[in-house]
């Protein structure tokens, strides 16, 4: 009886987050009569697009000064700069002008729209995206809401088996109408969207079959893993940087120190949880460090949320459930990419930026470099040693 009751519980919970979820309304639409006009006098604005291959995501921050100055940000792969431009209001419209010397243009042009109280619309060429006025308080909220509520997603999904059903087999298919309508074009969120889903889906059916005796399925587990990081590697590759090359190495070596993927079961528990013993605690940490350090140098506006991404499948693996990381990694990120997806607003109204310059990116590439390659050692290290020893004996 009180399983039922904290079983129903969850699925309650996360009915609530589901239906907050699906609340904010994205807008798309420009409204021209002239309905909102808002004073932007002292106050910040931020919006993130797709870029061009080798840029990655672009993150923009309008900080508009009441002396027609705005200081505007931006930070894109391998470009991060910060300068004043000049700024107007005529009506509900935003004119921003850069100076002759200034190395960010992409504002000049462009016919910056109001629609609501809150968002413009960025458009020239062709080109369109959202800016969002930033409410710090809410940002960092949503910060946190995005790290409890992975986490609390995660234990409906150890507690309650018919949860992942639900989530990792129906929403996908059904909600792919309502995520093919908000325009998500970049490649790479596409695909690591449906290789989480999948492995989540995959992961399910080795908790809860037959399916998760066969070597195939515990092969196609450790997998899923590999490629969901090849993907990364991949990106990181295609822009081309010193900070990302560095990165990518630092993938390759995370993806080569999998060890032991035929001891990936589930376990006796009543949660019937997907373990993997062989997996250290060393190996998370050092995927951690590489996962933040490409999310920071490709998309820095989702950075922060990222990080709790990462937070919200580390701290159950290592203090609620040991063993149990793959499979909290899965179910966090497929529903952080399921939550952005279904409400892309809501993530790129809230973003929080991380500190950010040509010097950092370069340390957080080579942080990722260093700590991987440590891995690396402590794993084949011994096994060449032995070698060597057997030759010589």
Known sequence: MMRNRINSLFMAIFTLLLMFCASGVN??????????VTDITNTVWQGTRDGKPGEGSLLYRLEFGDDNQV???KQSGGFNHSEAQTWKQQDNRIIISSYAKSKIKDF?????????????????DGDSFIIHKWYEARSYAHVIFVLLGLMLLNELCRRVPKSNYVIFFILPVVLLPLWMSYDVTYWFKWIKLYSVVGAAALFTLIRFT?????????????????????????????????ANVLNAIGGILSIITLTGWLSIQADKSKE??????AMTTFWIIAYDVWN???????????????????ISATLPALFIKKGTWLQARAFTLAGSFMYYFSNPAMFES?????????????????????????LAVTVFGPKLKARQAAKTA
Do not use: H
Not at 27 to 36: E, G, L, Q, S, V
Not at 213 to 242: C, R, Y
Not at 355 to 363: G, K, Q, S, V
């Open 27 to 36: 807008a798309t639409t420009t409204n021209n009569d002239m309905t909102y």
């Open 71 to 73: 200081q505007v940000i």
């Open 108 to 124: 000049d042009g462009a016919t910056l729209t109001f629609y609501a109280d809150d968002r413009v619309s960025f458009s020239l």
């Open 210 to 242: 037959k399916i998760g005796n066969m070597k195939l399925a515990k092969f196609g587990a450790a997998a899923f893993l590999a490629i969901n990081i090849s993907e990364a590697v991949m990106q990181d590759f295609s822009m081309g940087n010193t």
């Open 272 to 277: 019937r949880d997907m373990v993997w013993p």
């Open 292 to 310: 933040i350090v490409f999310v920071y140098l490709n998309f820095p506006g989702s950075a922060t949320a990222q990080l709790m991404v990462l």
């Open 350 to 374: 809230n973003v929080v930026m991380m500190p950010r310059n040509d010097e950092l990116m370069l340390a957080a590439g080579l942080a990722s470099f260093i700590i991987n390659g440590v």
